[in-house]
């Protein structure tokens, strides 16, 4: 009998191993230079080697697609049938759905979504090259060539025709369509339960995870900022376009970069455009066409696509958000609307503490930070750390905390060794995804309101700026800059580095910024 007791325990105790679960925990990973921008992508792991081939699963799918639909490379293949005319060409399946999506969004859009926009954009870079604004007349060319026929696709045969030599460009859904496909590559990988994949602000969410998303305030984009919007995303992509990082200067005027191909003019009347989707084709469109139509327009189309939702932000600072957006909403506490603080600024801006007069809450510091990179090449971001000290060289405040693991922090020696305490401060690096217009790869901005790590505002005085990044089986490099905080505006260049090309700093008004 006892025999038999053990029998069966054993082959109960070999069946629960055989289905129990593995606990995951989140593998971080930041790359550079990822389709023209950055990359950050989230695995939840039930081991290291696990994130490590989904991660390598995730950027194998990435570079599969962008050697597919890029138009920045000559050796693609959407570039090698872009200099096809008139005659029918296999393509592969991704390019042929990609071609067929950027048909179906230019009816449902109105014509506000085309590929051809392409042509615009380059007739504005060419002016601004030259500074000076299209002609009339250049404009109105510009216009008539987006209008016509530019492909001819034959499902039976997936073959595509090239038909004119109007520009064209994949750009609007492209990146968000690839996210997806890496997203789907990493979760098919053994021990992965759930992904998120962030290319340069948009971003996808699969598997068992409720991700925390923040969405960038266009009139305040540095990491460190206030967002407008925090969202509790699972199983949807979300996509932010906007005009506020891109663009050209004409005559000391920037003109966005998002252009209405039906006018040939670039549009600003939106300067945010945030979409939640299902389908990450969807959410890329809608994001791209939401920053040409007017508001109204946008409200009525994104009703139309099953179970979008959307938010813009206008020019004039309003936040105008889809029936259905809130859900999405995480609970919070009420943040300011992306106006008010102009009306702050009016208001007296010194006050004074039990030690003497606080920081001139009318000023705040803008550090511009800009990481090394080889053109071309996809790099892993270093680890960074960006921090105040005061002149008894004590820590004020930790802007930033970049880091894949804790046990890593202690590479950022100057940051780590300075105060012992900042090694347990795993908890100051940002862990929420962020959606927001598309960024230069390796550029990053932060701010400084004069606040201390507590939410204090400093006394104005001396302070040192340090930047340190350090890099796995690479070098390590600090940037210190001692400035004066009293009212009086002041701008540094710092000498670039091995691992941090450029970097500045701006103590200004913040009315001068907006």
Known sequence: MKQIFRTTLGLLLAVWRMNAVEPSTIHVFHHENVLGTSLELKLAATSEPAAAKAEAAALAEIDRLSNILSGYSPASEFSHWRETRHSPVRVSAELFEVLNLFDEWRGRSGGALDASAETVTKLWKRCAAQQHVPSDAEIAAAVASVKGAHWQLDAATRSATHLDDTPL??????????????????????????????????????????????????????????????LRIRDRTVATSGSYRRGVEIAGRHYSHIVDPRTGWPVDHVLSATVIAPSAADAGALATTLCVLAPAESLRLVAAVADAECLLITRDGRRIASKGWSQWEAP????????????????????????????????ELTINVELARIEGQRT??????????????????????????????????????????????????????????????????????????????????????FIEAAREHGTHQVMRQEMEFT??????????????????????????MR
């Open 380 to 465: 892993k971001r270093p680890y960074v750390a960006v921090w105040i000290e005061d002149k008894d060289k004590l820590s004020v405040r930790t802007l930033a905390l970049w880091f894949a693991k804790p046990k890593w922090l202690p590479d950022l020696k100057s940051w780590s060794h300075a105060d012992k305490s900042r090694a347990l401060a795993d908890g100051t690096q940002i862990t929420s995804s962020v959606s927001s217009a598309t960024r230069s790869p390796g550029k990053y901005t932060l701010k400084w309101d004069g606040k201390d790590d507590k939410g204090q505002l400093v006394q104005p005085g001396k302070y040192t700026v």
């Open 487 to 512: 009212g009086a505006p002041q701008k540094i260049e710092l000498k670039g580095n091995l691992e941090i090309s450029a970097a500045s700093l701006d103590y200004h008004r913040k009315a001068d």
């Open 169 to 230: 460009m994949l750009n609007s859904f492209t990146k968000s369509y690839i996210a997806s496909h890496a997203c789907d590559a990493a979760m098919r990988v053994a021990g992965i339960s759930a992904a998120v994949v962030n290319i340069g602000g948009d971003l996808v969410v699969r598997g068992d995870l409720s991700e925390a998303v923040n969405i960038a305030d266009p009139q305040s984009d540095a990491e460190n900022s206030e967002p407008i919007s925090r």
């Open 332 to 363: 919070r506490v009420q943040l300011a609307a992306v106006g008010d603080v102009r009306g702050l600024l009016n208001a007296s801006s010194v006050v004074e503490t039990a030690t003497g007069p606080a920081w001139n809450s009318s000023f």
